[in-house]
């Protein structure tokens, strides 16, 4: 149970370093939008929060209008929920349930637009409650990690299977110069998954035919596309008109920087790669690329 007194104190006595006897009508102004009572739950005190912090960034500035809510958050919702452990369970719980949500939707989505991300969102919102804004912040998140660790993962496939393909038992210090080659790539890939990954295929082409290259997803051919465009402008234009923005964005907005940094992960300079190979005494591999 809230104690709907003690957050409202908490939250006012927050705001009132800041903000003065301006503080108590910035409450009351959040109040008519959102009122606290005993029986909010935690999700309500967070959706009140995030409405003061949308309140103050237009005095403050939205980094420092989050660092005061950040402060509030920390202070008001412990003091106020006095959470016991079962509360603290009830909590985990719903967290995990929402994990293994958004993880089912990640498994059937391997590059969801902003439209499929958006309308989740309402989803998780209807079923767990929260404020959307929030749940689609930390949605978009996860699926950017997400689409990151896949065109990673595909990268990281195509290139084990031309490796096969000219090393069939490869010996020991193939392998060691193939993990330094991928290193080059800048996937960050563990090393220890690039051996794993490498000895799966190697040990299934033993025993069975090549595996067929499975069908090509979206993924695949956004990878297919920036591979063969290699125009930045192009490819930051079908991201745009895809609904694929939102990998290229930070906090101001599409980023020119973070569209060059997603492009290099597909295409990394091959002057540069060339460089590092041969300081590496690597050149075999260089030519192997040809």
Known sequence: MVVAEE????????????????????????KLKKNITDSSNINDLKDFIDLIEANISVFSGKHKATEICNTI?????????????????????????????????????????EADISDYTKFLAMKYGGNIKTLEKDLI????????????????????????????????????????????????????????????????????????????NELDQLITFVKGSGDKEAVGKLMQTQGLSYLIKDEKGVSDQSLTDFMEIVVPSESDMKDALEGMGLKHLIKSKQ
């Open 141 to 216: 998140e996860k699926v950017k990690q997400h689409v990151m660790n896949g065109m990673r993962k595909n990268l990281l496939n195509a290139e084990i299977l031309k490796f096969l393909v000219r090393y069939q038992q490869p010996e020991k210090s193939d392998i060691d110069d193939f993990v330094k080659y991928i290193n080059l790539m800048n996937l960050n890939i563990d090393d220890n998954q690039i051996r794993d990954d490498l000895e799966k295929e190697r040990l299934y082409r033993k025993f069975h035919e090549p595996s067929q290259a499975p069908e090509a």
């Open 73 to 113: 958050k920390a202070k008001a919702i412990p003091k106020s929920v006095g959470m016991t452990e079962e509360a603290k369970a009830i909590d985990k719980a719903i967290s995990v349930d929402l994990d293994k949500e958004i993880n089912a939707f990640l498994s059937t989505h391997a590059l969801p637009n």
């Open 7 to 30: 957050f409202l104190k908490c939250c006012t006595a927050s705001l009132e370093v800041n903000f003065g006897k301006l503080s108590q009508e910035i409450i009351n102004k959040i």
